[in-house]
């Protein structure tokens, strides 16, 4: 295979359009990526050169470039150990590069081809769909370059384009989707983001092969009722919209992995959310949150539950069937006491409750022996219980801002440790054995009330400097 056949590299389309197209006339190009770079004229010319097979100086390269040519020469010669079919990614205005657009095609396999474009105007938009209407694209990305005010109208011809399997529409301002889109019914996934949509057309239910539907960043306060059908979803991204409520609908895609409701209005949750039983990620940061319903108990898949930055002042005893959980995180919210159902979730290894209103942790923290982060930071602790340091897999620990008086010695036994984070409590001396935590490498121990460090604490590789005395 000659090095034209193996030609694989990496420029941007900015303002060197005319050496793209060439290099697609002259028949060299079988895989195009596209990526930032900024040095585009000297990549320009050494692809060029390793192409044409003449000498770098023959083309007349300034010298501050003939390192970065030559660098772009060495990575021109490897060979891509992972044959791929051809695929052509692109990236460019579309007022000013439809010749290069119809050049592509030509040149790659069609059946493979991703088109992704940016646009800023409505007529580009409307010679887009209508130019990518008459090839076979399985791919297609509309995006602005910033987020524009004007409203776009996607036409209803974005319905003919029967090819695509993903459909990604980021940045445009849009009043709505046409029901048109759903006659895409080979569409898997389906990303409508940062659009300023109110509503999603009900016709969307007809996209029964859908896995992936990404509807973050819009204005939407309610999903219609045709998505009760997408029986083949695994993700939903409803983050930063304004819902108050969601559909009671939504239990029935029992497909659902992931569910992100982050940034809502919500004040509740479905009360029968236990029938998603293969939810693994339920994302609820950022709500008014303010109780759980005691279903949440039977999401027996989940793994990965986010709850921060709600109102919530209770967990209910039915977490304890959590038993896949994994991490938990709690932070911001109305907590006075440590949850002690919490202590029932053997296989948690996150668990952040910063910034509440916790007094005390309860003896059995022991339990929790898979735990490598513990984050409690913000909170009203005045002790750091025996059980915490029998958790040998802690890795990171952060009781920063909180009462304590007093460090027990047994923190020692924390032999996985990397952080240890006791900033702006109020003991006075720490233990002869924090030098025995070996794998500790960031210590912060300021604003407290000591005044000198234990004499082991050299023994410790720490990252920087340890800090001492309160703040000033």
């Not at 079919?85 to 460019?92: C, K, M, T």
């Not at 989707?177 to 389906?190: A, H, Y």
């Not at 029964?208 to 997408?230: D, E």
């Not at 602790?381 to 958790?391: F, K, M, N, T, W």
Request: glycine share 6%; net charge neutral.
């Amino acid at each position: 295979m000659n090095v034209r056949q193996q030609l694989a590299f990496d420029v941007v389309v900015q303002s060197e359009f005319m050496g793209l197209e060439l290099l697609f006339s002259l028949g060299l190009v079988n895989r195009f990526c596209a990526i930032n770079y900024y040095y585009s004229n000297a990549l320009w010319r050494c692809a060029l050169a390793r192409l044409l097979e003449v000498p770098l100086a023959t083309l007349s390269l300034s010298p501050q470039y003939r390192t970065l040519a030559a660098g772009c020469c060495s990575f021109l010669n490897r060979t891509d150990p992972r044959p791929r079919p051809i695929e052509a990614v692109f990236w460019a205005w579309i007022s000013q590069n439809r010749r290069l657009y119809t050049a592509m095609m030509r040149l790659t396999d069609r059946r493979r081809t991703r088109l992704q474009a940016r646009t800023d105007c409505e007529d580009r938009l409307l010679e887009l769909i209508d130019t990518v209407g008459h090839h076979s694209e399985t791919a297609l990305a509309l995006s602005s370059a910033w987020p524009v005010d004007r409203v776009q109208q996607l036409p209803d011809t974005l319905g003919l384009l029967g090819h695509l399997e993903s459909l990604s529409i980021s940045r445009i301002g849009l009043e709505s989707v046409p029901e048109s889109i759903g006659n895409l019914v080979l569409l898997q996934d389906l990303f409508i983001e940062r659009t300023g949509i109110s509503r999603i057309p009900d016709s969307v239910g007809h996209l029964v092969n859908l896995r992936r539907l990404f509807l973050h960043g819009n204005k939407l306060s309610t999903l219609p009722l045709g998505i009760a059908q997408l029986r083949s979803l695994t993700q939903l991204i409803l983050d930063s919209n304004r819902f108050a409520k969601l559909p009671g609908f939504i239990v029935s895609l029992s497909q659902l992995r992931t569910l992100f409701l982050s940034r809502n209005k919500l004040t509740c949750l479905p009360p029968d959310l236990h029938k998603l039983t293969h939810l693994e990620r339920l994302y609820v940061t950022g709500n008014h949150l303010l109780h759980l319903p005691d279903s949440i108990g039977g999401l027996a898949s989940l793994e990965k539950l986010y709850l921060d930055h709600n109102q919530l002042t209770a967990i209910p005893e039915s977490f304890a069937g959590l038993q896949s959980l994994t991490a938990l995180h709690l932070q911001s919210n109305r907590l006075s006491h440590f949850p002690t159902v919490i202590l029932a979730l053997a296989n948690l290894q996150e668990l952040r409750m910063d910034d509440n209103h916790i007094d005390q942790l309860p003896e059995g923290l022991e339990n929790l022996q898979h735990l490598s982060t513990l984050s409690l930071s913000d909170n009203r602790l005045d002790s750091i219980p025996v059980g915490l340091c029998a958790l040998e897999s802690l890795s990171f620990l952060n009781l920063g801002r909180n009462r304590i008086r007093h460090v027990p010695a047994e923190i020692g036994r924390l032999q996985s440790l990397t952080m240890l984070n006791l900033y702006g409590n109020q003991f006075e001396e720490l233990p002869e054995s924090i030098g025995c935590l070996s794998s500790l490498m960031w210590l912060f121990v300021d604003g407290n009330r000591i005044t000198h460090l234990p004499s082991s604490i050299s023994e410790l590789k720490l990252h920087r400097p340890c800090k001492v005395g309160s703040d000033t």
